[in-house]
C-alpha cells in the first residue's frame, strides 16, 4: 500500500513564523503535490514537483514556496505565516509509471495561525 | 486553463434514498478519476475512467463518463450512512501535465 505520511496533523503557529510542513511518500512516485483545503472551496494546488530539484507553481503560490531535495521528500515553506493561511493541507503522491495519475493523499496538516 | 465544475454542492438523503453527483469539465479528458473524503479523513482514490461512454460499478456505486469525454457522473444506490463524506471528481487532461483538475466536491449527508 501506498503511504503518505505528514510530518503533523494539527500546527499552531503566530503570525510572522516560518512554518515548515513534511511529506514523505514510500512508493518511489515521481509526482508530488501541495493542496490546502477550505470549506467551500474544494482542493487548489499551491505547487507541485516532477522530480528532485524540481518545483512548479499550482493555482495559488502566493505566500508560499517548496523544497523537494530528495525523491520521497516533498516540503512546504510559509516563508512569513499570515492568518489566512490557516486552512488544512494536503500533500498527494502520484508515478508516471502508472500512466493514469491517480494521486495518494497523506492525512493532512491542520494549520492554525494565530 | 481547464476547469472543473461538480454539482450540488451538498446532498442530504434519507438513508435508503439514491445519490447522484454530476462533473463537467471545460475540455475533453484523457481521463476522470473519483474520490471519497470520510468526515476528518483524506481523499481516496476510487476509480479511474478512461473510455468513451465508459461505465464501472463497484457494488451500490456506478460511475460513467460522458461521449464526449467532457462529464461524469456518480450515482450511489439505496445510501447507507457509510457513504457520507465529500466526493470529488478529478479530470486528467493528457498533454503532459501530471496535475489533475479536481471539482470542488459534493458533501453527501445520509439521515438514518
Known amino acids: 500500500d501506498v503511504k503518505v505520511t505528514q510530518s503533523s496533523r494539527y500546527l499552531v503557529k503566530r503570525t510572522g513564523e516560518k512554518v515548515f510542513l513534511e511529506c514523505v511518500q514510500d512508493m518511489d512516485h515521481e509526482n508530488m503535490f501541495w493542496y490546502r483545503q477550505d470549506p467551500g472551496l474544494g482542493l487548489r494546488l499551491i505547487y507541485f514537483s516532477y522530480d528532485v530539484k524540481m518545483k512548479e507553481k499550482g493555482d495559488i503560490p502566493e505566500g508560499y514556496s517548496v523544497s523537494r531535495e530528495k525523491k520521497e521528500r516533498f516540503s512546504l515553506i510559509l516563508e512569513s505565516a499570515s492568518t489566512n493561511q490557516t486552512s488544512m493541507y494536503l500533500c498527494?503522491?502520484?508515478?508516471?509509471?502508472?500512466?493514469?495519475?491517480?494521486?495518494?493523499f497523506g492525512p493532512g496538516t491542520r494549520l492554525t495561525v494565530t | 486553463g481547464q476547469q472543473v465544475m461538480q454539482i450540488p454542492q451538498y446532498q442530504h438523503v434519507q438513508e435508503g434514498e439514491d445519490f447522484t453527483t454530476y462533473c463537467n469539465s471545460s475540455t475533453t479528458l484523457s481521463n476522470i478519476q473519483w474520490y471519497k473524503q470520510r468526515p476528518g479523513g483524506h481523499p481516496v482514490f476510487l476509480i479511474q475512467?478512461?473510455?468513451?461512454?465508459e461505465v464501472k460499478k463497484q457494488k451500490r456505486l456506478t460511475f460513467q463518463f460522458g461521449e464526449a469525454k467532457k462529464n461524469s457522473s456518480l450515482h450511489i444506490t439505496a445510501t447507507q450512512t457509510t457513504d457520507v463524506g465529500t466526493y470529488f471528481c478529478?479530470?486528467?487532461?493528457?498533454?503532459?501535465?501530471?496535475?489533475?483538475?479536481f471539482g470542488k466536491g459534493t458533501k453527501l449527508s445520509v439521515i438514518p
Open positions: 478529478a479530470g486528467y487532461s493528457g498533454a503532459g501535465s501530471y496535475q489533475l483538475t
Open positions: 498527494a503522491s502520484s508515478s508516471r509509471r502508472t500512466m493514469s495519475y491517480e494521486q495518494y
Open positions: 475512467l478512461v473510455k468513451s461512454g
